[in-house]
């Protein structure tokens, strides 16, 4: 009897076993083989992004099925890695590849919120209102706390008493503005979301 190496042994035992269960299970090669499944991305729309997570600025594509009727709203079923993008090249960290639990989520919060001092309850704001709001408290803390002179009487237009945090996932033309918008407005206190 030729002898029989260990590695032979389980291919044999393997293939058997494999072949085995797929003849019980009803597999049959033939009709499987022949099935001709249809792309799950044909009829989808391409909506080119970024990823929402960190600063890195990964780009995304994400596929949405909906027919544009009016009462239809498209449903985002797949995102993958951009790969025209220069950051990612087509790579997902594990939580952007996660990006479509996120957008499914039931805890997604759509919409601004506002709690009153002192209040346990949120109430819902429409986002017309939410930016009304920033705007007004923005203007009353400048117009209290802006600095035209210093002490030597030189003239510096400052106002330290807020600050901007900038995203990081933006274009260079958007930081440039938003930095022009900033520094107009006098404030000093101005960073960005890569740095920190």
Same mark, same amino acid.
């Given at each position: 009897m030729? !002898?029989?190496?260990?590695?032979? +042994?389980?291919?044999?035992?393997?293939?058997?076993? @494999?072949?085995? !269960?797929?003849?019980?299970?009803? +597999?049959?090669?033939?009709?499987?083989?022949?099935? @001709?499944?249809?792309?799950?991305?044909?009829?989808a729309t391409e909506t080119r992004n970024t990823c929402t997570y960190c600063s890195v600025a990964c780009g995304i594509l994400m596929y949405s099925l909906g027919d544009g009727a009016k009462n239809a709203e498209p449903s985002i079923f797949h995102i993958e890695g951009d790969p025209d993008h220069p950051v990612n090249r087509g790579t997902l960290c594990p939580k952007g590849a996660g990006l479509a639990d996120i957008i499914h989520s039931k805890s997604r919060l759509l919409y601004p919120e506002y709690r009153a001092p002192g209040s346990n309850e949120w109430r819902r704001l429409s986002w017309d209102d939410a930016l009304d709001r920033i705007a007004r408290l923005m203007k009353e803390d400048r117009d209290a706390n802006f600095v035209q002179k210093n002490e030597a009487g030189q003239t510096v237009n400052r106002w330290l008493t807020t600050g901007m945090l900038a995203a990081s996932a933006t274009s260079n033309e958007t930081a440039v503005l938003t930095h022009k918008v900033v520094r107009s407005l006098g404030m000093l206190a101005f960073d960005n979301q890569a740095r920190v």
């Open positions: 030729p !002898s029989m190496s260990r590695r032979q +042994f389980l291919k044999v035992t393997g293939t058997t076993l @494999v072949g085995s !269960s797929l003849a019980l299970m009803g +597999f049959a090669p033939g009709i499987a083989l022949a099935e @001709v499944r249809q792309y799950k991305l044909t009829r």
